[in-house]
């Protein structure tokens, strides 16, 4: 089975604050930021809600993408954000109920 990387980008809400971020498990690693289990810039803007996301075969090209749009503009982000997700919604349950089976989930004493 082909390995799949993501990168995402999150909003603490509509045109807010945002994180842009790489993984190879976007359900647990929404859910890590969604607990509050990833502590720094995101936890303390309440930067939660997976916004956009797209998938890539390899990790290089998922880092360099990650880097690029990085350096992009605010109202860059947001346009790559409307384009496809113009009421801002959060795609995480639609993530998560697609999920191929096994995907990890967080584990620990703060997870409900």
Request: hydrophobic share 40%; aromatic share 14%.
């Amino acid at each position: 089975m082909a390995k799949i990387f993501y990168v995402y980008l999150l909003a603490s809400g509509p045109c807010g604050y945002l994180y842009v971020g790489v993984t190879n498990d976007i359900v647990r690693r929404v859910a890590e930021h969604k607990y509050g289990m990833v502590p720094g810039y995101t936890a303390e803007r309440g930067i939660d809600q997976l916004v956009w996301y797209e998938t890539h075969q390899y990790i290089d090209q998922a880092i360099l993408r990650e880097k690029r749009i990085k350096r992009w503009l605010r109202e860059w982000k947001f346009a790559l954000v409307e384009k496809d997700n113009p009421r801002w919604l959060d795609l995480y349950g639609e993530v998560r109920a697609s999920a191929e089976p096994g995907s990890a989930t967080p584990t620990g004493p703060d997870v409900i």
